[in-house]
C-alpha cells in the first residue's frame, strides 16, 4: 500500500515537472531567451524522460497488480485448505466417538460378568484366568479412554488429572497383561518396583496418562523385540521435601534404532509429521505422543539404543506426595450404611444385570426402568434416593427424561439427584447432560471406585 502511495506520488510530480518545463520553454522561446535549436533538443528530452517514466511507472504498476492477484490466490486458496482441514478434523472426532461409543458399550458387559464371576466359587487356577481377562478388559478400556486425549493432543488442549497412584497396585495389572503378550513371541518379560515397603503415603499424578505412556512403550519394545527380554522397572527411591521423583525404565533386546531413527525422535515433535514417518522405530505416532504426554507433565521421554543390541526409554516425573494412602482392597465393602433405594433407567438387558450386581454391592436396592417414558412414570409413583439415568434409550431418552422428572412437583422437594451413564463420554456428551440438569456422569464400562465415589458425594447422609 505504502509502495503504491510512492509511486503516484512519484508519477505526480514528473508529470508537474514535465508541465513546468514545457512551459518554462515555451516562455524562453517566446521571449527568444534561448536559441529554438536548444529548445527543441530540450523539449525531446523532457518527451523522452516522460515516456521512459511512465514505461517504468506502469510496468511496476502490472508487476504490483499481478503480486496482488496472487496474493488472494494465496488466501483463497489457504481458506480452502483450512476448511477442508476443519472437515476432515469434524469428521475424524465424530469417527471417534462413534467407534468409543461402540467399544464401551460391550466391553460395560464383560468386565460387569468378569467382576460377578470373581465373587463365585472358582478355584484358584480359574480365578487367575479370570483376573488375566479382567486385566486384558481394564487394558482395553484404558485404551478406549485415551481416544478422546489423543485428540486433544493433536490440538494442544490437553489438560492433566490429578489423582491419587499407588504405583505397585496401578500399575501391576498393566505388566500382567503384558506377561502374556511377550509370552506368545516366546519373550521374557519381567517388572521390578524399587521403592519402599514401609511408606506410609500415595502420590499425585495423572495416572491414565502415565500408564498410557507405559503401555505404548512396551508395545513398542515387544514389537520390535524377536528374542530377549522385555524389563519394566519403576524407581521411587529418589524423596526431594514434599514430592518424590519416580522413573520409568522400558528396556528390551530388540533390534535397536539406527542413528537416522534416534536422530528422528529425539528431533521431531510433530505429530502429523510423524503421522507419516512410521517406516522406522522411533518414527511412530504413539512414541510421539508419549513423548508429548511426558513433556506436559514436566518429564522429558529418552532413549538410549544401539542397533541389533537394544533401546532403552525412560523418563522421570516430580510427584507430590499426600498422605492419603490409596487402597485397593475395598472395592466390594459397602459404602451405603443405610437401605437406599435407586432407580436406574437402562435399556439393554445385559447391562442392567451389570450395574445391577455393582449398586447392590454397595447396599443399594435397583428399580428398573427400561426406557426414559417408564422412568418418569416410576419416579412420580415410588420413593427414590437416587436415579441413574442411562442417555441412549427408545421412546425417551435421558435428557428428555431428566428434564421431565425435574418438573415433577416430587422433584422440587426432594431434589433427587440424577446420574448421566453412557459409553459415549465425550465433552459435548457431558456439556448437553450439564444442560438437561443431569448433576453428575457415569462413563461405561462403570468403574467401582468411580461409582462409590459418586454415592458417597451424593448420599453421604
Same mark, same amino acid.
Given at each position: 500500500m505504502l509502495k503504491l502511495f510512492t509511486n503516484k506520488r512519484l508519477l505526480s510530480f514528473s508529470i508537474f515537472l514535465s508541465i513546468l518545463t514545457v512551459i518554462v520553454l515555451t516562455y524562453c522561446f517566446i521571449e527568444i531567451l534561448i536559441p529554438h535549436e536548444t529548445i527543441c533538443v530540450l523539449l525531446i528530452c523532457v518527451v523522452v524522460f516522460q515516456i521512459l517514466f511512465l514505461q517504468y511507472f506502469f510496468k511496476n504498476q502490472l508487476k504490483s497488480d499481478i503480486q496482488k492477484k496472487n496474493i488472494k490466490q494465496q488466501l483463497k486458496d489457504l481458506k480452502a485448505i483450512k476448511e477442508e482441514a476443519v472437515k476432515e478434523l469434524e469428521e475424524n472426532t465424530i469417527y471417534l466417538e462413534n467407534v468409543n461409543y461402540e467399544l464401551r458399550t460391550p466391553l460395560n458387559t464383560v468386565l460387569g460378568m468378569l467382576k460377578m464371576l470373581k465373587k463365585t466359587d472358582v478355584d484358584l487356577e480359574q480365578m487367575a484366568q479370570v483376573e488375566i481377562a479382567e486385566y486384558s478388559s481394564q487394558h482395553l478400556l484404558q485404551l478406549i479412554n485415551v481416544i478422546d486425549d489423543n485428540v486433544d493432543v493433536y490440538s494442544g488442549n490437553i489438560k492433566l488429572n490429578n489423582e491419587l497412584i499407588n504405583l505397585k497396585a496401578d500399575f501391576i495389572h498393566v505388566f500382567k497383561v503384558f506377561e502374556y503378550q511377550a509370552l506368545e513371541k516366546q519373550l521374557e518379560f519381567d517388572y521390578k518396583f524399587i521403592l519402599d515397603d514401609n511408606i506410609k503415603f500415595s502420590l499425585m499424578g495423572d495416572l491414565l496418562r502415565i500408564q498410557q505412556v507405559l503401555i505404548n512403550l512396551i508395545n513398542n519394545a515387544i514389537k520390535y523385540t524377536e528374542?530377549?527380554?522385555? @524389563? $519394566?522397572?519403576? !524407581?521411587? &527411591? $529418589?524423596t526431594i521435601d514434599a514430592t518424590q521423583i519416580v522413573t520409568f525404565y522400558v528396556k528390551d533386546t530388540g533390534v535397536g534404532m539406527s542413528p537416522e531413527s534416534l536422530k528422528h525422535f529425539l528431533n521431531n515433535s510433530d505429530i502429523n509429521a510423524s503421522k507419516k514417518n512410521t517406516a522406522f522405530r522411533g518414527g511412530g505416532l504413539g512414541l510421539t505422543i508419549s513423548k508429548q504426554l511426558v513433556k506436559l507433565m514436566g518429564g522429558e521421554l529418552k532413549v538410549e539404543s544401539k542397533q541389533n543390541e537394544g533401546t532403552t526409554f525412560y523418563f522421570g516425573l516430580e510427584l507430590k506426595k499426600t498422605l492419603n494412602v490409596k487402597s485397593t482392597e475395598d472395592l466390594f465393602i459397602p459404602v451405603l450404611l443405610g437401605k437406599c433405594n435407586v432407580l436406574v433407567a437402562e435399556d439393554n438387558r445385559m447391562n442392567q444385570k451389570v450395574i445391577k450386581f455393582l449398586l447392590e454391592q454397595q447396599g443399594a436396592d435397583c428399580t428398573f426402568a427400561k426406557n426414559g417414558l417408564e422412568a418418569v412414570e416410576l419416579y412420580k409413583v415410588l420413593e427414590f434416593d437416587m436415579v441413574f439415568m442411562d442417555i441412549y434409550m427408545p421412546d425417551m431418552d435421558g435428557y428428555d427424561a431428566t428434564k421431565a422428572i425435574k418438573q415433577t412437583a416430587k422433584y422440587q422437594k426432594k431434589n433427587t439427584p440424577i446420574i448421566g451413564v @453412557?459409553? &459415549?463420554? *465425550?465433552?459435548? !456428551?457431558?456439556?448437553?447432560?450439564?444442560? &438437561?440438569?443431569?448433576? !453428575? *456422569?457415569?462413563?461405561?464400562?462403570?468403574? $467401582?471406585?468411580?461409582?462409590?465415589?459418586?454415592?458417597?458425594?451424593h448420599l453421604k447422609d
Amino acid at each position: 500500500m505504502l509502495k503504491l502511495f510512492t509511486n503516484k506520488r512519484l508519477l505526480s510530480f514528473s508529470i508537474f515537472l514535465s508541465i513546468l518545463t514545457v512551459i518554462v520553454l515555451t516562455y524562453c522561446f517566446i521571449e527568444i531567451l534561448i536559441p529554438h535549436e536548444t529548445i527543441c533538443v530540450l523539449l525531446i528530452c523532457v518527451v523522452v524522460f516522460q515516456i521512459l517514466f511512465l514505461q517504468y511507472f506502469f510496468k511496476n504498476q502490472l508487476k504490483s497488480d499481478i503480486q496482488k492477484k496472487n496474493i488472494k490466490q494465496q488466501l483463497k486458496d489457504l481458506k480452502a485448505i483450512k476448511e477442508e482441514a476443519v472437515k476432515e478434523l469434524e469428521e475424524n472426532t465424530i469417527y471417534l466417538e462413534n467407534v468409543n461409543y461402540e467399544l464401551r458399550t460391550p466391553l460395560n458387559t464383560v468386565l460387569g460378568m468378569l467382576k460377578m464371576l470373581k465373587k463365585t466359587d472358582v478355584d484358584l487356577e480359574q480365578m487367575a484366568q479370570v483376573e488375566i481377562a479382567e486385566y486384558s478388559s481394564q487394558h482395553l478400556l484404558q485404551l478406549i479412554n485415551v481416544i478422546d486425549d489423543n485428540v486433544d493432543v493433536y490440538s494442544g488442549n490437553i489438560k492433566l488429572n490429578n489423582e491419587l497412584i499407588n504405583l505397585k497396585a496401578d500399575f501391576i495389572h498393566v505388566f500382567k497383561v503384558f506377561e502374556y503378550q511377550a509370552l506368545e513371541k516366546q519373550l521374557e518379560f519381567d517388572y521390578k518396583f524399587i521403592l519402599d515397603d514401609n511408606i506410609k503415603f500415595s502420590l499425585m499424578g495423572d495416572l491414565l496418562r502415565i500408564q498410557q505412556v507405559l503401555i505404548n512403550l512396551i508395545n513398542n519394545a515387544i514389537k520390535y523385540t524377536e528374542e530377549g527380554k522385555i @524389563s $519394566v522397572i519403576i !524407581d521411587q &527411591s $529418589v524423596t526431594i521435601d514434599a514430592t518424590q521423583i519416580v522413573t520409568f525404565y522400558v528396556k528390551d533386546t530388540g533390534v535397536g534404532m539406527s542413528p537416522e531413527s534416534l536422530k528422528h525422535f529425539l528431533n521431531n515433535s510433530d505429530i502429523n509429521a510423524s503421522k507419516k514417518n512410521t517406516a522406522f522405530r522411533g518414527g511412530g505416532l504413539g512414541l510421539t505422543i508419549s513423548k508429548q504426554l511426558v513433556k506436559l507433565m514436566g518429564g522429558e521421554l529418552k532413549v538410549e539404543s544401539k542397533q541389533n543390541e537394544g533401546t532403552t526409554f525412560y523418563f522421570g516425573l516430580e510427584l507430590k506426595k499426600t498422605l492419603n494412602v490409596k487402597s485397593t482392597e475395598d472395592l466390594f465393602i459397602p459404602v451405603l450404611l443405610g437401605k437406599c433405594n435407586v432407580l436406574v433407567a437402562e435399556d439393554n438387558r445385559m447391562n442392567q444385570k451389570v450395574i445391577k450386581f455393582l449398586l447392590e454391592q454397595q447396599g443399594a436396592d435397583c428399580t428398573f426402568a427400561k426406557n426414559g417414558l417408564e422412568a418418569v412414570e416410576l419416579y412420580k409413583v415410588l420413593e427414590f434416593d437416587m436415579v441413574f439415568m442411562d442417555i441412549y434409550m427408545p421412546d425417551m431418552d435421558g435428557y428428555d427424561a431428566t428434564k421431565a422428572i425435574k418438573q415433577t412437583a416430587k422433584y422440587q422437594k426432594k431434589n433427587t439427584p440424577i446420574i448421566g451413564v @453412557s459409553a &459415549s463420554a *465425550f465433552k459435548d !456428551d457431558l456439556e448437553k447432560a450439564k444442560q &438437561s440438569g443431569i448433576e !453428575d *456422569f457415569l462413563a461405561k464400562p462403570i468403574e $467401582v471406585e468411580k461409582l462409590k465415589m459418586l454415592l458417597l458425594k451424593h448420599l453421604k447422609d
